[in-house]
Nanobody, 127 residues
Framework: QVQLVESGGGLVQAGGSLRLSCAAS????????MGWFRQAPGKEREFVAA????????YYLDSVKGRFTISRDSAKNTMYLQMSSLKPEDTAVYYC????????????????????WGQGTQVTVSS
């Protein structure tokens, strides 16, 4: 199994920045990809960004391109999401997730690809 712990959420004004972290432990050698999803109240879970753990290929939701940056520190088994120019519509609980095994690029934005999920961290952007 893989355990995930997110941190770094909080309250920030519009235009501000936050950095989320997701630390993985357990069977980390089996990680194929990691991703960030978010869920706002009354809305469905939404893909935000993902990274192929070995090759480093990045994937983003269109509305966060140029504002969010996903990265990883393989030595620390930690993934990051640097969020800048935050908007009120970015307000949500952010979850990190791990995928094992090979998947084609078309699966990265789907929740079905991911085997393990963190507990979530709240991000609130005030206007």
């Amino acid at each position: 199994q893989v355990q995930l712990v997110e941190s770094g959420g909080g309250l920030v004004q519009a235009g501000g920045s936050l950095r989320l972290s997701c630390a993985a432990s357990g069977r980390t050698f089996s990680i194929y990809a990691m991703g960030w999803f978010r869920q706002a109240p009354g809305k469905e879970r939404e893909f935000v960004a993902a990274i192929n753990w070995r090759g480093g290929t990045l994937y983003y939701l269109d509305s966060v391109k140029g504002r969010f940056t996903i990265s990883r520190d393989s030595a620390k088994n930690t993934m990051y999401l640097q969020m800048s120019s935050l908007k009120p519509e970015d307000t949500a609980v952010y979850y990190c997730a791990v995928a094992q095994g090979y998947y084609s690029s078309s699966y990265y934005s789907t929740g079905d690809m991911y085997n393990y999920w963190g507990q979530g961290t709240q991000v609130t952007v005030s206007s």
